[in-house]
């Protein structure tokens, strides 16, 4: 067998992120048909160490799917809601706009709870709309905003959920395996996440960390959607270890290696060396001059917003190219009401090369006459 040596580009985009050889090359293995067992104990594997992240798997249960991160969270939302339910919504950004897309795709009562983009949600607004919403079942939001970089306090949420008895959906997929989560004291029932954020994993496989007790609960809901039934995605592994469709099969290898990984730097280490890279960016920044859109307070230190230029030379692609040319993929901004372009610091990278990308930021700067 021969191994070509693989070029290692730097993504500064959030997701898919760096990966690790070892991640890239666990995928090259024997043709397999995913209802082997080997294959069913690699999933069983993967759900429990998964779970073991954020919760006791007595307690808890990983449910996969094939497909990018939003068909986890559009699963999650298309079938734990009964027919009856009302979900509040909070949005401060384009992933919370996004699950009022998918409720509003599926005709699901919702209450959009607006708050600011760049500043944290008031909590005493949130739970005068939760008090004055008759019939509230649950409340769906965003973990880490990877619109803009902005934390969102999900433990005093969490706790509101439990004041008023309803049921907590959390977006965490570019929080998980960074931002410590604990899903029994934070309250929370349904957690989302993928393989390619901060699991430093392929693309390919979105999770639902689920309360089981909760998840039973789904049993009787009649579903909204065949292929993204959480409860029946569920059901059926646990009884066959196998998913019902055909799963991303070697992507689940690099899944197990990624998860191998975390496990030997641990999530708290992991975020120790993210928080590193982006402290290492924001010194830089400052020295260069140019601004960013989140406070340091409520920061993910995982995503930054950086204020363009104002300059007439100044143009994303052609900057975009001036970095890709040179290994680093850097990212477009989201938020409508500032001009931006985002630079996450997740994946196996740390703060050299954050260091190597700020030198390059200077050349590019000194092209533009900016300064
Ligand atoms: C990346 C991301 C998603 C999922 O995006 P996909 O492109 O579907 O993988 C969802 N929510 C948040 C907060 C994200 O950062």
Redesign the pocket.
């Known amino acids: 067998m021969s191994i070509k040596q693989i070029t290692r580009n730097v993504l500064l985009n959030?997701?898919p992120a760096t990966t690790t050889d070892t991640v890239k090359f666990a995928q090259v293995i024997p043709d397999i048909c995913p209802r082997e067992k080997e294959f069913g104990d690699l999933m069983e594997y993967c759900a429990t160490e998964i779970t073991r992240f954020v919760g006791d798997p007595k307690d808890y249960a990983t449910v996969f799917f094939g497909g990018?991160?939003?068909?986890t969270?559009e699963a999650i939302l298309s079938s734990v809601i009964p027919e009856n339910g009302k979900i509040l919504i909070i949005d401060n950004g384009a992933?919370g706009k996004?699950m009022c897309q998918i409720t509003s795709a599926y005709k699901i009562d919702t209450l959009v709870f607006k708050s600011s983009s760049i500043e944290p949600i008031d909590l005493k607004n949130l739970e005068d709309a939760i008090r004055n919403e008759e019939g509230l079942t649950h409340l769906a939001m965003?973990h880490?905003?990877?619109t803009t970089g902005l934390l969102n306090d999900i433990s005093a949420i969490g706790e509101l959920c439990a004041t008023y008895k309803i049921q907590f959906i959390v977006?965490s997929?570019?929080g998980f395996a960074a931002i410590p989560v604990d899903m029994k004291s934070m309250n929370i029932d349904y957690l989302a996440a993928?393989s390619?954020?901060n699991i430093q994993g392929m693309?390919g496989i979105?999770f639902a960390i689920c309360s089981k007790t909760a998840l039973e609960k789904t049993k009787e809901i009649a579903p909204r959607t065949l292929y993204l039934n959480l409860y029946a995605q569920y059901a059926y592994f646990e009884k066959t270890h196998q998913t019902r469709f055909t799963p991303p099969v070697q992507t689940f290898y690099a899944l197990k290696q990624a998860i191998l990984e975390t496990m030997e730097e641990s999530i708290e280490k992991r975020y120790e060396r993210y928080s590193q890279s982006w402290e290492t960016l924001l010194n830089g920044l400052e020295g260069l001059g140019l601004k960013y859109l989140i406070d340091k307070e409520y920061h993910s230190k995982i995503i930054t917003s950086i204020i363009e230029p104002d300059t007439e030379k100044y143009d994303f692609n052609e900057m975009h190219d001036f970095f890709f040319e040179k290994g680093f993929t850097i990212y477009p901004g989201k938020v409508s009401n500032y001009d931006t372009f985002r630079i996450s610091n997740i994946g196996q990278i740390d703060k050299r090369d954050i260091e190597a990308f700020l030198s390059v930021l200077e050349t590019y700067l000194g092209k533009i006459d900016y300064r």
């Not at 990018?68 to 068909?71: L, Y």
């Open positions: 959030p997701g990018s991160g939003t068909a969270v992933y996004r965003i880490h905003e990877t977006d997929m570019s993928s390619n954020k693309a979105g």
